[in-house]
């Protein structure tokens, strides 16, 4: 999934970057909506293993708020929602894409995990009603 998929590359600024083209204004954009809402964010880089590869994590409170997955001119916004949060997202108004990846995915022991892709500035209020939604849960 991620464009960064070698444990032994770290995710440097100017690989991330490149891989992102486009995106690079969103993915910006992101963090500084989340770190300026959520004062108490810690990101944090995890490798997920080869197939997976290397994920931001943007933690509150020890606990993992959402996952940034970088990809080849875009980004994976990743979330993990209990069965309450879901309920409240189905009525924030969010976009059918994003309510469709939601429903379908197959709830667990720690919620839906489900990706969104985020391609532009004009993905990210659907992104930023999900972290609180998830914030609040």
Request: include cysteine.
């Amino acid at each position: 999934k991620s464009v960064v998929g070698e444990k032994e590359l770290l995710p440097a600024g100017e690989l991330v970057d490149a891989a992102l083209g486009s995106a690079k204004p969103a993915w910006d954009a992101l963090f500084g909506s989340i770190e300026a809402t959520y004062q108490s964010i810690m990101p944090e880089w995890k490798h997920y293993g080869k197939p997976w590869g290397w994920t931001y994590i943007l933690k509150e409170k020890k606990r993992a708020l959402l996952y940034l997955t970088p990809a080849e001119g875009f980004f994976h916004a990743t979330f993990i929602l209990g069965e309450q949060a879901v309920q409240k997202a189905q009525e924030a108004g969010l976009p059918g894409e994003v309510l469709e990846a939601m429903l379908a995915a197959k709830p667990n022991k720690q919620g839906r995990t489900f990706d969104v892709p985020v391609c532009s500035e004009q993905d990210l209020p659907a992104i930023e009603k999900l972290a609180a939604i998830k914030a609040e849960a």
